[in-house]
């Protein structure tokens, strides 16, 4: 590297990437090769009589790190004389097969894992290559690495969750957990059974607990519980301890969380989709306004009544606010009469919202609460959490713009891999696979 002083511009100030880059892979392969040289010469002391055993050959491997691609020296070693091998008297092994299995450092398999959680993978790769002096990856490895880190992940969540202290996980099952779910919709592969396949996602809270995200393909996911059962259990949920769910009304989303926790969960009907198909039915009333209709006296009565039921059903009053959609036919059918038939379209339009508001209410009766009462203790009455958890898995990475479709296993690993990116997990937890 060369710098001038005289003459001096700001394109010659400092290390250039190019030259951080070269001078990074430089000092990665003195590092690694030392590293290996004293693997090799400690592995080459017979632990039985401390003698050094002899080099069958010598041969070289690639190793694919961070900082670039290296390639070291990977003797064969003897095994020693003095251990009876019986007739085969030529065994040998390379001391360097438990640490050069995959060809691959875990850390660069962990940083490949997350940028194509964040990008598609052709880009993840691109990324790498621009920035570390790392030859540039194919985007089948990328994609390949970012299943194994997801296999990795779904490995542990699979396995019996083991309590670092019952007390604690005891008082935060004391103080209930609460699950904001929902679903999204991603184009699939073609030849698959559907256009679209289904992505799971949702957040566990509990009280002075980082919020724990979970996302999956119940298509493409061998042990769908497992996901959700990890999550609640990282949150402190124990057996029998109270679980609150909420969700748009999607009977399978309440019902993957009464099959992860093995007992019945509370369910409450997100207020958010009450409120925009109430909207929609006010909106339609709107536009029969907007005709300018001469007598006006009915539709006034039909703006007031529809108005309280929002009140009725932000306060509890759900029989009394599902009798107040059923009044209004009576009273909107008298426009159109007094009117004329130039107002049956929007008045027909109107109705129809407001018999599917009816309809989803009756559908989720039992998941109806007083949301005024919920909402002044401070307790969610949406899934606004959840929704932003949409945008930030499905929508951001695999569905929106992207022209992307998936296979059902394909789309379940990312979401995996991507929330446990978000959560941080991918991190803290150094996930690290072993290849045979």
């Not at 992940?153 to 005891?170: L, N």
């Not at 519980?225 to 609640?232: F, G, P």
């Not at 009756?362 to 009462?373: K, R, S, V």
Request: aromatic residues 4%; positive net charge.
């Amino acid at each position: 590297m060369e710098r001038r002083v005289i003459g001096l511009e700001a394109g010659d100030i400092g290390l250039k990437l190019d030259e951080a880059k070269a001078l990074l892979a430089e000092l990665q392969r003195h590092v690694v090769q030392t590293q290996i040289d004293e693997k090799v010469m400690h592995r080459r002391i017979c632990p039985e009589c401390l003698r050094a055993r002899t080099v069958r050959d010598q041969r070289t491997r690639v190793l694919q790190t961070l900082f670039g691609t290296v390639r070291v020296a990977a003797p064969r070693i003897r095994i020693c004389s003095c251990v009876d091998t019986g007739p085969f008297r030529d065994l040998s092994f390379s001391p360097l097969s438990d640490i050069l299995s995959d060809r691959c450092t875990p850390e660069l398999r962990q940083v490949q894992a997350e940028l194509g959680a964040r990008h598609s993978f052709r880009e993840a790769s691109r990324l790498l290559a621009m920035f570390l002096p790392c030859s540039q990856p194919n985007h089948a490895s990328v994609r390949n690495r970012l299943h194994r880190i997801a296999d990795e992940i779904q490995a542990r969540d699979a396995a019996p969750a083991i309590a670092s202290s019952s007390c604690s996980i005891e008082n935060a099952g004391d103080a209930g957990i609460l699950v904001v779910i929902d679903g999204a919709h991603i184009r699939a592969t073609p030849g698959h059974q559907a256009r679209h396949l289904d992505v799971t996602v949702g957040k566990v809270e509990a009280a002075g607990r980082l919020t724990r995200r979970f996302a999956l393909a119940p298509s493409g996911a061998d042990k769908p519980l497992s996901h959700v059962r990890a999550a609640l259990t990282a949150q402190g949920w124990r057996p029998n301890a109270p679980v609150t769910v909420i969700s748009d009304g999607e009977a399978a989303l309440p019902e993957l969380i009464r099959r992860a926790t093995g007992s019945d969960v509370t369910h409450i009907l997100d207020w958010w989709h009450i409120s925009m198909r109430l909207r929609h039915a006010e909106q339609a009333l709107r536009g029969v306004y907007a005709l300018n209709p001469e007598h006006q006296a009915g539709l006034d009565i039909v703006d007031f009544r529809l108005s309280r039921v929002r009140h009725l059903l932000w306060n509890g009053y759900h029989d009394e606010a599902r009798r107040e959609l059923f009044g209004l036919r009576h009273l909107a059918s008298e426009a159109v009469y007094l009117n004329g038939t130039r107002l049956r379209a929007s008045v027909t339009r109107f109705l129809g919202r407001c018999d599917d508001l009816r309809s989803y209410l009756g559908n989720n009766e039992t998941a109806l609460i007083d949301y005024g009462a919920r909402y002044r203790t401070n307790k969610p009455v949406s899934t606004s959490r959840a929704e932003g958890c949409v945008d930030e898995i499905a929508n951001a990475r695999m569905a929106k713009r992207r022209r992307m479709r998936w296979s059902p296993r394909g789309a379940h690993r990312v979401a995996v891999v991507r929330a446990a990116v978000l959560d941080g997990r991918l991190v803290s937890d150094r996930l690290s696979i072993e290849v045979a």
